[in-house]
């Protein structure tokens, strides 16, 4: 390979990366940011309530995403 060559992009493996980030991003979007305008608003006590709650959103929405991973990874074959 000469000095001017680069080697091929690897779009795929960018994407996933893209992906990734972006779901670690918005899990910590829901906890982080909605758990504090909870705490703020309705008071410190109501964020404890409303934790269990936005947990468990943060985990359907990784639950779905590594299911669409696993069917990416199914159908390759």
């Known amino acids: 390979m000469s ?6 992009t690897d ?3 960018m994407r996933k990366s893209h992906e990734r ?3 670690v991003i918005a899990v ?3 906890v982080v940011v ?3 305008l909870i705490g703020v ?3 410190f006590s109501q964020l404890l309530t409303a934790l269990p709650c936005l947990l468990a959103g943060a ?12 069917m990416e990874r199914w159908s390759r074959r």
Not at 3 to 8: K, V
């Open 41 to 43: 608003v309705f008071g």
């Open 21 to 23: 980030s972006l779901l």
């Open 11 to 13: 779009y795929r493996g």
């Open 59 to 70: 985990g359907l929405m990784a639950g779905v995403y590594f299911l669409f991973v696993l």
């Open 28 to 30: 910590v979007v829901l």
């Open 3 to 8: 000095s001017n060559e680069r080697p091929p």
């Open 34 to 36: 909605g758990g504090g």
